[in-house]
Nanobody, 118 residues
């Protein structure tokens, strides 16, 4: 199994920046890719960004240019640098990891709250 712990959320003003981190432990060698999702009140969960084991990254179209995902496989951490934050970025952000274990399970962190004040 894999355990994920997010950190770095908080309250920021419009236009500000935050950096989220996700620390993975357990069977991290089985992780194939990691993702950030977010879930805002009244909205569906949204995929924010993906980083593969080799470092290939993809982003939600609406977030390109403002958010940057990165992964340090040696340290088993993943980060999300968020710049020029807007009130609509307010959500709980979740770290997700997909592994190549039997059944290809997904693992989730507990989430970290990001609030952007206008």
């Amino acid at each position: 199994q894999v355990q994920l712990v997010e950190s770095g959320g908080g309250l920021v003003q419009t236009g500000g920046s935050l950096r989220l981190s996700c620390a993975a432990s357990g069977r991290t060698s089985r992780i194939t890719y990691m993702r950030w999702y977010r879930h805002a009140p009244g909205k569906e969960r949204e995929l924010v960004a993906t980083v593969t084991r080799s470092g290939f990254t993809t982003y939600a179209d609406s977030l390109k240019g403002r958010f940057t995902i990165s992964r340090d496989s040696a340290e088993n951490t993943m980060s999300l640098q968020m710049n020029n934050l807007q009130p609509e970025d307010t959500a709980v952000y979740y770290c997700n990891a997909k592994t190549n274990e039997v059944g290809y399970p997904n693992y989730w962190g507990q989430g970290t709250q990001v609030t952007v004040s206008s």
